[in-house]
């Protein structure tokens, strides 16, 4: 699939995220090294804590059904600026792809190629927990 493809998949959530607290859609595309991909919005809720964001949405599919090796992760906002991953996601895409290529587009189309190293050096992974 080509980054534009990927993308767009990402934007197509949009539509999708259940937003009635924040206003605030996001959606995300995330690519299995397979090639298959799983798409996420987020999910809101009156409790407020309980809210998913549309990356780990995507993981936690693409995990129940059975893959764990991802490559790429589109990540659309509606927002001139380019919406990144909040911690909590940034651990969680790290459990399975530390490798993983980060990919951010904007309201306009606009794309931001990052890397999941950059937005979470020195992260917290098992390897720690078998010292
Ligand atoms: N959100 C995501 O889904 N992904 C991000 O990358 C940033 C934040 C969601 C969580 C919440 O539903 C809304 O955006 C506002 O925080």
Not at 69 to 85: D, G, L, S, W
Not at 121 to 126: N, Q, S, V
């Given at each position: 699939m080509t980054k534009q493809e990927l993308c767009q998949k990402a934007v197509d959530m949009l539509k999708?995220?259940?937003v009635p607290y924040s206003r605030f859609p996001v959606g995300a595309a995330l690519e299995c090294d397979d090639g298959t991909?799983?798409?996420?919005c987020n999910i809101e809720n009156a409790g407020y804590t309980p809210t998913n964001c549309?990356?780990?949405?995507?993981?936690?599919?693409?995990?129940s059904e059975g893959h764990r090796?991802?490559?790429?992760?589109?990540?659309?906002?509606?927002?001139?600026?380019?919406?990144?991953?909040?911690?909590v996601c940034?651990?969680?895409?790290?459990?399975f792809a530390p490798d993983l290529e980060v990919i951010l587009v904007?309201?306009?189309g606009k794309t931001l190629d990052l890397t999941l190293r950059e937005l979470l050096?020195?992260?917290?992974?098992?390897s720690y927990l078998e010292e």
């Open positions: 999708m995220a259940y991909v799983y798409t996420g549309a990356e780990r949405t995507a993981v936690f599919k693409a995990v090796k991802f490559t790429r992760i589109a990540v659309a906002a509606a927002t001139e600026r380019f919406t990144a991953p909040c911690g940034r651990q969680v895409l790290q459990e904007n309201r306009d050096p020195y992260g917290f992974d098992g």
